[in-house]
């Protein structure tokens, strides 16, 4: 059974910096495709970060800031945050894809396996 779960959430004051990681089990990440989304109350979940074939992608909203990474020796991605705005508190949740996708990386329809969440609170 193929799980990911997230950890590393936390309460920060704007311009601090938190750090997520996602360990996946139940099988290897390797040649998977990885993501991290978020969603705030009322919004939709949207993409913030992927590890899609050998690039990294990154929303605008967080490029420059969010640094994405994954350690396959240890089935686990992490998302470096620094520079925190409160406009990033949301629920941050890591996913990966399962098979060839035509979907682009920041689409929710492009992952098939998805984790529980992990709050992320920015005060200002």
């Known amino acids: 059974q193929v799980q990911l779960v997230e950890s590393g959430g936390g309460s920060v004051q704007a311009g601090g910096s938190l750090t997520l990681s996602c360990v996946a089990s139940?099988?290897?990440?390797?040649?998977?495709?990885m993501g991290w989304f978020r969603q705030a109350p009322g919004k939709e979940r949207e993409g913030v970060a992927a590890?899609?074939?050998?690039?990294?992608e990154y929303a605008t909203s967080v490029k420059g800031r969010f640094t994405i990474s994954r350690d396959s020796a240890k089935n686990t991605m992490y998302l470096q945050m620094n520079s925190l705005k409160p406009e990033d508190t949301a629920m941050y949740y890591c996913?990966?894809?399962?098979?060839?996708?035509?979907?682009?990386?920041?689409?929710?329809?492009?992952?098939?396996?998805w984790g529980q969440g992990t709050q992320v609170t920015v005060s200002s």
């Open positions: 996913a990966a894809t399962r098979g060839p996708v035509s979907a682009p990386w920041w689409s929710k329809t492009a992952y098939y396996y």
């Open positions: 590890i899609w074939d050998v690039s990294t």
């Open positions: 139940g099988y290897s990440s390797r040649g998977y495709n």
